[in-house]
């Protein structure tokens, strides 16, 4: 799955990934309406604005991007229809070849993580018969339980070729309470780096291993360093955008070929018909101010990135 | 919700929490059968078998216990139709007026750890209405974002009455990995539990925060140490039986009052008929071999506080 992506990068020639994390204060109105109409306004109805919204910024912006993050908190605010939602949104990013990144920041004990990563990743058997339960592309895991919390992960990720991106340095701003804390010398989360790096031996695609990091954009010296440590791992950098990252502070994650990493923008895309800059589109026509807002993402990485070529 | 909790294990005498784990292979076949026999081999087919599974347990020991802990990866691994049975769980649990820790282990960026709080202990607004999506009591968060991702859960909890377990110190073998690490001369467990204290001021019941620590019965000596940094905040206790922490072991987790500490047994309690002490019980009687259990680990945990006393 890793190669997959890394294709798909090269041919849209965008390490963009949009992250599918709908906030009902993002939907339209006329979304929301309609939905309500048809299930009221219960958890059922919220559920379906979602999914409603989902679909219409994906067959907007499928073609330009090789993926999307669909961040689960937001589904699972809605409870079970919310579940279901997300549920419904991987199966369709995938129906149109996206690489589908499920940001679930699961973790937890070896047993624990086996049905996580069964039920994210993997497959589950019933008597006779096997499901694959949410069957996302990658997950992004905790590794604060350590080895044995992520291990299962990797034996799902070697089974079925898809992979995870490991939390090391995430981009909000109390990120360093504890990723921070300096351990023999060097912060914790060049400490999980170092994990990650080993954790990704274990797991090669051809060029790069399907066991990534996350490492925020808002914390390009960082970035530089963690891609040094971990020169096999993909990185996911979120923060880009709404959080403060901006293109200039990306070229650091990259390698000089213009490779591993990918870069998160939810908000930035998906609310950008609330922007002044996309405002000339209108509610009614939020799918076209998304792509547009994808367009100019790809347009303000590629210069960072040629910038840093020079 | 603490002062109901501590008001329950009074009236009870029992520190317990009954972890609600159910793994396919714990369910006697004759549940399953009857299961599949009505969905089919298949993900309803499990959930409808583990649901059915679990309220045969909780008929048969809520009378003996204060709190039950659903671990939600069990039914997540079973898609959406194993996150309905955990919301079914959930209610059936609080309708025996049982206190239900949702073993969730989320935490997140601050936004996405506010949805995360909202589906789990708040309420959600869909248009002019409000749901209160899952509806635990308490949940588990995972620290590793820094306190933005546990604030939300608290400005949750300080709304609704509820409460967290901030994972501390877990109970599996590879915990040491990241959370022994030293840091300015102590390991970053205890750092975290030092915050945990701290945002437990900001939370009081009436002589515990409702803010508690994660502490694994396999560190019975860690559990001294946390007891004394965090002196307000309940300690719930992973670890107690399958993995291998013993009733003496546990002394320290509590005050000497008693209180102090809750423990969790999962696989010794619920499956408990497939333990050679519990055969005779037979899986038809699964139910009553779950109630033999914890009349057995409530007397271990007496007798262990008993003789930490003298």
């Known amino acids: ?26 939907v339209p109105e006329h979304v929301q309406k309609k939905a309500f109409a048809e299930y009221g306004e219960t958890l059922e109805g919220a559920a379906e604005a979602i999914w409603q919204f989902n679909k ?15 961040q689960i908190a937001m589904y699972e605010q809605f409870g079970v229809p919310g579940i279901a939602a997300f549920k419904k949104t991987v199966d369709y990013c995938k ?30 058997q019933v008597g006779s018969r ?31 070729k898809k992979g995870i991106f490991v939390l090391v340095k995430t981009s909000n701003p109390s990120s360093g309470e504890f990723q921070d804390q300096y351990i023999d010398g060097r912060p914790l989360y060049e400490y999980v780096g170092e994990k990650v790096a080993e954790w990704g031996t274990r797991c090669m695609g051809e060029e790069y291993s399907y066991i990534g990091a996350v490492v925020g954009a808002t914390y390009p010296e960082i970035g530089k360093v963690m891609r040094r440590i971990m020169p096999k791992a993909y990185i996911l950098v979120p923060g880009y955008g709404a959080q403060g990252g901006q293109g200039k502070d990306l070229a650091h ?26 405002a000339r589109f209108g509610p009614e026509h939020f799918g076209e101010a998304s792509r547009a807002a994808v367009e100019a993402m790809k347009a303000d990485i590629r210069s960072a990135l040629d910038a840093a070529k020079k």
Chains 1, 2 share one sequence.
């Open 1 to 26: 799955m890793i190669n997959k992506m890394i294709e798909k990068i090269k041919k849209t020639e965008a390490p963009i990934v949009v992250g599918l994390d709908p906030m009902l204060a993002y």
């Open 56 to 70: 219409e910024i994906v067959d907007h912006v499928c073609d330009l991007i090789p993926a999307v993050k669909p």
């Open 95 to 124: 129906s149109k070849d996206l690489v589908v990144i499920g940001d679930v920041k699961r973790g937890d004990i070896g047993s624990t993580s086996a049905a996580y990563a069964i039920g994210h990743l993997g497959r589950v």
């Open 130 to 160: 096997e499901y694959v339960p949410f069957d996302e592309d990658f997950a992004t895991v905790n590794p604060y339980l350590g080895s044995d919390g992520v291990n299962p992960f990797l034996k799902v990720c070697q089974e079925e």
């Open 253 to 278: 994650f990259f390698h000089d070929d213009g490779l591993g990493a990918i870069v998160n923008s939810s908000r930035g895309i998906i609310a950008a018909y609330k922007q002044e800059a996309y």
